[in-house]
C-alpha cells in the first residue's frame, strides 16, 4: 500500500459548459443525449442530495479525456498504467447546469461499491491495487473533493457490495477471494471482519465465480436478504447466523457477476408507517457456462428470465416471468411511481473484458402491481449500447440518467467493437410525457431539504391543473441508489399510502401520510419524495429521515 495524504483538496476547479440536444419522440419514452463527453466512463453513479451526481471509473484506465484543472497531477508510483496522470478519474454531474467538474481520486477505485450516510455524504470502499483497503468520503458541496483514508479497510474489497444499515454504519459483503463482510465505520476501533461461508458456498471456483456483486437488500425484519449465484439466504449479521434459506431460483443459471443479471427489492408499501411485505425480483444474467465459452469465443444467449419471491412468507417460492428481450448486464432501476426499469446491457455474453454481444438497446418497464402476464413494457431504444460497465441513477426529476460502458481494459475509442463510452443519455419514462400535464402533481410544500422523524404525520401539498382522483394519490419515498455492475446498491422505495386527501384550495390540495415507523424500513438519511396522482409522479423533493 503507498503512503499518500488520506486527502486531496483541489483548491481551483474546471467547468466545463454542455448543451442540451434535441429529444428523440417515440411511443414508450423519450431519450435526450445530455453531453457528448463527460470525459470519463461512467462505470460507478451516486446521486446526491444536492442534485448532482459523482461519477468514477479506474484511475489505471490511461489517461482520460477530462484533465484535472490548473496543472494538477496525480503522481502515483504504484498505477499500473500512468505513474504521473493529469486528467480525472472521477467527475460531478450538476444537473441543473448540466456541468461537469472533475474531480480528483488518488488510488484505484476500480470495481468498488458504496453507500450514503445518514448525514449525505457518498462513503466508497475499496477498488484494486492500492485501492483494495482504502475508505474514500465525499461530501455534497460545490467545491469538495474526494478525501482518502489509507487503511478504513480490514480486507481488500474489489467487486464488494455495500448496503446501509437502521445504526446508519454500511456493511460491506464479499469481494473476489473474500468470503466474509465487515462494518464502517468501525466501532470502538475495531478492525474485524466477519466470516461469511455462504459466500464460499455460491462461488463456482476462483476461475468462474458467480458471486461477486451479490444481491443485498435490508429486510422488514433488520436481517439482510442475501442473493448470489442462483440462491439466497436471510442472515442476521448482528448474530452472524442465518435465519432462513431460500429455495434455488428456478433452472438453477447464475445471475450474479460475470453471469450478470440485476435485482430490486420491490416498493414496500406502508399502512401507518409499517410494512408487512418485501419482495425481490431478479432479472437477467446468463446460462450455466458462458462465462467459460465466451473465452473462447463463442457468445450463449442471455437468459430472459425474472424471478420474484416474498422474502418473508412461511414458505417462500419463486414466481418466474418471462422478459420480452432477453438481457445480460442489464440495470434495473426504480422508479418514482414504483415501476421498475429494467436498462443497458447486452443480449448474449456475459460481463468481462469484451464477453458482451448484441447490446440490448430497449429499456422495458416492469409493472409489479399488474397482473402476471400483463407486468412488462418494451419501450423505445436509444442508439448507444450500454455494455459492461454501464451504470443508470433516477433524477429527481424523474428521469434516469444512463452513462459508462467499456469493456476494454483501457480507454478504446477506434477499431474495436463497442469503443469506450463517454456520452451521458437521459431517459424519460412516459410519464413524463407532455399528455400527462394536467395530472401531474406538483408540490409545493414543504420545501425540498426538509427534515422529518420516525412515524409522524406528513402534510405534503401539491397542485394539479385538471381533475384529481382522490382515491388515487400515494406518496413515494426514494433512497437514491450507487450504481455499478449492473446492481443499484442501497435502492429502496417506499410507498406512503395516502391516510386523507383534502383541497386546501383552488386546484391546490393535500395529502397526509405517516412516515416510516423504523429504520429498518428506511434507514436514516436523504430520499427523494414524491406525489404519484393515478400513476403520474410529480417532481420530487428532498427529505431526510432520522
Request: a positive charge.
Amino acid at each position: 500500500m503507498k503512503t499518500c495524504p488520506t486527502s486531496h483538496l483541489i483548491l481551483s476547479f474546471l467547468f466545463i459548459s454542455t448543451f442540451l440536444f434535441p429529444l428523440t419522440h417515440a411511443a414508450g419514452g423519450k431519450w435526450q443525449l445530455l453531453v457528448k463527453s463527460v470525459g470519463i466512463s461512467a462505470m460507478h453513479m451516486q446521486l446526491l442530495h444536492n442534485d448532482r451526481v459523482v461519477m468514477f471509473d479506474r484511475t489505471d484506465f490511461g489517461k482520460s479525456n477530462l484533465p484535472l484543472p490548473n496543472g494538477v497531477c496525480r503522481n502515483n508510483p504504484n498505477d499500473t498504467a500512468l505513474k504521473v496522470d493529469c486528467t480525472a478519474h472521477s467527475a460531478e454531474y450538476d444537473v441543473a447546469s448540466n456541468k461537469i467538474r472533475p474531480l480528483f481520486v488518488y488510488s484505484d477505485v476500480w470495481c468498488s461499491s458504496g453507500s450514503v450516510n445518514p448525514s449525505g455524504s457518498l462513503v466508497q470502499t475499496g477498488g484494486f491495487n492500492d485501492g483494495e483497503r482504502r475508505v474514500r468520503v465525499f461530501d455534497p458541496c460545490p467545491t469538495c473533493d474526494w478525501k482518502e483514508i489509507e487503511f478504513g479497510l480490514v480486507n481488500r474489497r474489489w467487486y464488494a457490495t455495500n448496503h446501509i444499515l437502521p445504526d446508519g454504519r454500511q456493511i460491506i459483503i464479499g469481494g473476489r477471494r473474500e468470503f466474509n463482510y465487515e462494518f464502517y465505520p468501525k466501532s470502538g476501533g475495531s478492525m474485524n471482519a466477519h466470516s461469511l461461508p455462504f459466500l464460499v458456498e455460491t462461488s463456482d471456483g476462483s476461475a468462474i465465480e458467480n458471486n461477486l456483486y451479490p444481491f443485498v437488500f435490508l429486510n422488514l425484519d433488520g436481517n439482510l436478504f442475501i442473493f448470489a449465484n442462483n440462491r439466497a439466504i436471510l442472515y442476521d449479521y448482528v448474530a452472524g447466523k442465518i435465519v432462513k434459506t431460500y429455495p434455488t431460483i428456478p433452472g438453477g443459471d447464475p445471475r450474479s457477476y460475470p453471469s450478470t443479471g440485476s435485482a430490486v427489492l420491490l416498493p414496500l408499501k406502508t399502512s401507518k408507517g409499517q410494512a408487512v411485505a418485501a419482495e425481490v425480483l431478479v432479472c437477467g444474467g446468463a446460462p450455466k457456462g458462458s462465462y467459460v465459452k465466451a473465452e473462447g469465443g463463442t457468445f450463449v444467449p442471455a437468459l430472459k428470465t425474472c424471478a420474484r419471491i416474498k422474502i418473508n412468507d412461511p414458505n417462500p417460492q419463486w414466481v418466474v416471468e418471462n422478459m420480452p428481450l432477453a438481457r445480460v448486464m442489464g440495470d434495473m432501476t426504480l422508479l418514482a411511481n414504483g415501476d421498475v426499469l429494467i436498462i443497458n446491457g447486452a443480449g448474449s455474453g456475459t460481463a468481462g473484458w469484451v464477453f458482451g454481444r448484441n447490446p440490448v438497446l430497449n429499456p422495458v418497464v416492469y409493472k409489479p402491481d399488474n397482473a402476471v402476464g400483463s407486468r412488462f413494457e418494451q419501450h423505445n431504444p436509444s442508439t448507444i449500447p450500454r455494455m459492461y460497465h454501464s451504470t443508470a441513477v433516477l433524477l429527481r426529476d424523474g428521469r434516469v440518467l444512463v452513462g459508462g460502458s467499456n469493456p476494454h481494459i483501457r480507454y478504446e475509442f477506434t477499431n474495436v467493437l463497442f469503443p469506450t463510452e463517454l456520452a451521458l443519455e437521459a431517459f424519460s419514462p412516459n410519464y413524463l410525457d407532455s399528455q400527462f400535464a394536467s395530472i401531474r402533481p406538483s408540490i409545493y410544500s414543504p420545501q425540498s431539504q426538509v427534515t422529518v422523524g420516525y412515524g409522524q404525520k406528513l402534510a405534503v401539498r401539491f397542485s394539479i391543473t385538471g381533475r384529481i382522483q382522490l382515491n388515487s394519490v400515494s406518496v413515494t419515498m426514494v433512497s437514491p441508489s450507487f450504481t455499478t455492475h449492473s446492481f443499484s446498491m442501497n435502492q429502496r422505495l417506499v410507498v406512503l399510502a395516502s391516510e386523507n386527501v383534502r383541497a386546501v384550495g383552488t386546484l391546490k390540495f393535500e395529502v397526509q401520510v405517516t412516515t416510516p415507523a423504523s429504520g429498518n424500513l428506511a434507514p436514516s438519511g436523504y430520499y427523494v419524495v414524491y406525489v404519484v396522482h393515478q400513476q403520474i409522479p410529480s417532481e420530487g423533493i428532498w427529505v431526510k429521515i432520522q
